[in-house]
């Protein structure tokens, strides 16, 4: 019952939401206290998931490979925490963050339509399923990507939504290829029944279609155009979910079906998904460096980051593998933190172009700490969560004799601190280009005032938590590693699924 | 049958790419559909065909007799069709809203997000 929480709690809000109108005061409140429930809820599956393994309902009390199966193991247990925790705190700033005309286009109800889709696909067993969770993700992604309908808005909507649905193809076109050769399409029962497929080659084929599917909603490397195209134009608080939430769910499908179903041809599938991580990498540090709006350094800051998480899976050794999963968690977080931070920028100075900002460390220098720390953090500088997370996806490598990628993913590591030191003197540190009626000095504890403390509450949490992680990797990294066994052990996965109806 | 229908879905298929490829936004959107359509028709092939054979398992105690068709494959096709409708309406009501404001439906010129 309590698996299938992350998809029931975000169902009723979304009827409760409903059923209020266009109430604003309720449609906030609803909203607000419905994130927190999911929080709460997912907290409660991811202790249940560390006791006592991996947590599997039937649907409808089909048995496994007949019915629709949900299977949370800890690695969707992890992603429901952490993605419903930003989920909360981004909600929170969304507050104030979102105006109200958008609040009244029932902003919180596609938010948690978007919430149902990601938890879903977190705990999908059934590949078709998945597929299913991803339209439910991907629609409200459209809705909110357009909401309030301004003119870049529909734009990048437009591409956004093209790029989606060619994955989607992509992603179809594999299940049926896959049901064809296999007769199943419950996880669980693919990976037990896909070694015994006499024509491989055409498994490798399909397990490509998967790479591109995922990869194209992941941001990899030939096929991130979109994201840069796109992620600037909503307003802050949705593109802060996006860039948390929306890539992660591609690396987590990538995760699942390449150390679960797709590992007889890992020579290789392994080798190109290790290729297009160094390009990753390079390309999106490259991006951001030469862009000058915030929000499009971020963004190819993301996909640069992205490189390092599938680089992880690419190295494919229990180490790696855990890398992979601490990079997403510390980056969730990070990246949330500094896209919201950018929107209290933005409403303080109005601009997102570091060109025309400056002068907010003389300013604002408690804003400008708040925006130091996650930057330090995706630059990997000790002791931030950024510096373990590229520590232990490197040293995997090197473990593994790749010393050319391990290079390359260092020198990035120099090029993202390269472009967050760029907007640290431009936008912090050189002087005001246009010093006007606002630039007088702002105590700090203004940022506490009315106006910005829901925008400031979730942006110190954020904070604090990758200076925990950085300070403290330990559990953290304890829980990657073991979710990382689970991964590179797919028999525990099989097991829990199948274990009590075949045999 | 099956030839029949695999040739039909190649030919979806280059139709939608080429559409894609055009110029025109609305061209972008048959495109769309043509993909997922020729997509449909791909699952509803591979996992093979059972020709005029009902997809129902025999009463239980009753001898099953002869083959069944694979009801699953339908029901996939059904689910991603109706998916596939729901977002054909959205992409219609967000190129009508594009048109509307730019009064163009050229793609060259969507561009204004790309500008660095």
């Not at chain 1, 030191?421 to 702002?442: L, R, T, V």
């Not at chain 2, 029901?75 to 009508?96: E, Q, R, S």
Request: glycine share 8%; hydrophobic share 55%; net charge positive.
């Amino acid at each position: 019952m309590i698996t299938a929480l992350p998809i029931l709690i975000p169902l009723m809000v979304v009827i409760l939401l409903l059923m209020v109108g266009r109430k604003v005061y309720w449609l906030k409140l609803i909203g607000i206290s419905g994130a927190f429930l999911l929080f709460l809820a997912s907290l409660l599956i991811f202790y249940t998931v560390r006791q006592e393994g991996i947590l599997v309902s039937q649907a409808g009390g089909w048995p496994a490979p007949y019915g629709i199966t949900l299977v949370i193991d800890l690695l969707s247990a992890l992603m429901l925490l952490i993605s419903s925790f930003t989920a909360f705190l981004v909600g929170v700033y969304a507050l104030k963050g979102i105006d109200e005309k958008r609040h009244r286009f029932r902003f919180f109800l596609f938010f948690h339509t978007l919430m149902m889709g990601v938890g879903g696909a977190f705990i999908a067993g059934d590949i078709f399923n998945m597929y299913v969770w991803f339209e439910v993700m991907l629609i409200s992604s459209f809705v909110l990507l357009s909401l309030g309908g301004s003119k870049l808005q529909i734009e990048g909507t437009f591409k956004y939504v093209t790029i989606n649905l060619v994955s989607s193809a992509f992603f179809l076109i594999g299940v049926g290829l896959l049901y064809s050769m296999t007769g199943t399409l419950n996880m669980a029962h693919l990976a037990d029944v896909i070694p015994t497929i006499e024509n491989q080659k055409m498994l490798t084929v399909v397990s490509l279609m998967f790479l591109i599917c995922f990869g194209m909603k992941a941001a990899i490397f030939p096929l991130f155009f979109w994201l840069p195209a796109s992620y600037h134009t909503p307003p802050i608080s949705i593109a802060a979910v996006f860039a948390g939430m929306l890539t992660k769910v591609g690396i987590y499908s990538l995760l699942r079906v390449f150390t679960l179903m797709f590992i007889g041809n890992v020579a290789f599938t392994h080798t190109i998904i290790l290729w297009i991580a160094g390009f990753t990498m390079v390309v999106g540090s490259l991006g951001a460096i030469s862009q000058s709006d915030i929000r499009r350094i971020l963004s190819f800051c993301l996909i640069s980051q992205i490189g390092y998480m599938i680089f992880g899976l690419a190295v494919f050794t229990p180490l790696a593998i855990a890398g992979s999963v601490f990079y997403i968690m510390h980056h969730i977080i990070v990246k949330t933190n500094l896209f919201l931070v950018s929107g209290i920028i933005h409403k303080i100075k109005g601009s997102y172009n570091i060109k025309k900002l400056g002068g907010i460390l003389n300013a604002y220098p408690f804003l400008s700490v708040l925006f130091l720390i996650p930057a330090l953090s995706v630059a990997g500088i000790p002791p931030l969560s950024g510096f373990w997370s590229k520590l232990f996806v490197i040293k995997a490598a090197l473990e593994q004799h790749y010393y050319l990628i391990s290079i390359i993913a260092l020198a990035v590591g120099l090029l993202t601190l390269f472009y967050m030191m760029k907007i640290w003197n431009e936008a912090f540190w050189k002087d005001d280009p246009e010093p006007n009626k606002k630039s007088d000095k702002m105590p700090w504890q203004n940022l506490f005032s009315r106006d910005f403390i829901f925008m400031i509450i979730p942006v110190l949490l954020l904070s604090g938590i990758t200076i925990v992680i950085g300070i403290f990797p330990e559990p953290f990294f304890n829980i990657a590693e073991r979710s990382a066994h689970e991964l590179m052990n797919p028999e525990i996965y099989i097991k829990a699924v199948l274990g009590s109806t075949m045999n | 049958m099956e030839i029949m229908l695999s040739i039909i879905t190649g030919v979806l298929y280059t139709a939608g790419v080429y559409l894609l490829l055009r110029r025109s936004l609305v061209k972008l959107i048959l495109g769309i559909i043509f993909l997922s359509n020729a997509t449909n028709l791909l699952i509803f092939i591979s996992a093979g065909m059972t020709e005029g054979k009902p997809a129902f398992v025999a009463k239980e105690g009753a001898e099953q007799t002869g083959q069944m068709a694979d009801p699953l494959p339908q029901a996939l096709v059904l689910t991603a069709i109706v998916i596939g409708f729901g977002i054909v309406a959205f992409t219609l009501a967000l190129n009508y809203k594009y048109h509307k404001q730019t009064g163009t439906y050229d793609l060259d010129q969507v561009k204004e997000t790309d500008k660095v």
